[in-house]
């Protein structure tokens, strides 16, 4: 399967400033995801990425807060804008290389907002 | 709404014992159901079943899908403190062509030596 960095690992961040995570595959994929896993819970699905276009946000998230780009089919960003501490988590980054298979995850973002 | 659910939460248990993973869900377009293990923070990629009664095998962890009990179990034998982890379960929802999975809490696993 491909092999997926993220980038940061971690950082501590001040309230009202925003972050970009980057997300770079070894190979080019399909489909590309942008997870969220608040502490003690289990993951939500952010946004789609979509190469070339604007992303496609699930309920409950909006471009403003969380704009992500996808300029080929090995990268793309999320940034999270305007931070609180609510925003403190991890972000995941996925990808799935082709129709049918599986989605694999990168190492993840731990985000801390003070 | 879409929704998967496990059980237990949490389960503690010794090294050598054998514990089942419990995953149901309702998912209206259901297309395949995974589980991962996750560690630290990134969930590795375990099982994707995607037909009724087929078992999956990989060394010691095994798992199969009943699609009418709309459920699947994860086998863990001869636990060893190396599985301690969350175990994840998660449905591929075939409503939207972007292959969007619905995860449900996780599993809790603590194997004591």
């Known amino acids: 399967s491909a092999v997926i960095s993220q980038k940061p690992s971690r950082d501590i961040c001040q309230r009202g400033t925003s972050l970009t995570i980057q997300c770079q595959v070894d190979?080019?994929?399909?489909?590309m995801f942008w997870y969220r896993q608040q502490p003690g819970q289990s993951l939500t699905l952010i946004a789609t990425a979509n190469q070339g276009s604007e992303a496609t946000y699930e309920s409950g998230f909006v471009i403003d807060k969380f704009p992500i780009s996808r300029p080929n089919l090995t990268f793309s960003t999320l940034t999270v804008s305007n931070m609180s501490p609510e925003d403190s988590s991890i972000y995941l980054c996925?990808?799935?290389?082709?129709?049918?298979?599986?989605?694999?995850f990168g190492d993840g973002t731990r985000l801390s907002i003070l | 709404e879409d929704k998967v659910v496990q059980s237990p939460l949490s389960l503690v248990v010794h090294e050598g014992d054998t514990v089942t993973l419990n995953c149901s869900y309702e998912?209206?377009?259901?297309?395949?159901l995974l589980w991962y293990k996750q560690e630290k923070k990134a969930p590795t990629f375990l099982f994707m079943l995607t037909s009724s009664g087929i078992e999956k095998k990989s060394g010691r962890l095994s798992s199969i899908l009943d699609k009418k009990e709309l459920s699947s179990i994860l086998n863990i034998t001869a636990t060893q403190t190396g599985d301690s982890a969350i175990y994840l379960c998660a449905v591929w929802d075939g409503s939207s062509n972007t292959g969007k999975l619905i995860f449900g809490q996780g599993t809790t696993l603590q194997v004591k030596p």
């Open positions: 996925s990808v799935r290389d082709s129709e049918a298979q599986p989605q694999h």
């Open positions: 190979s080019q994929v399909t489909m």
């Open positions: 998912v209206t377009n259901f297309r395949s």
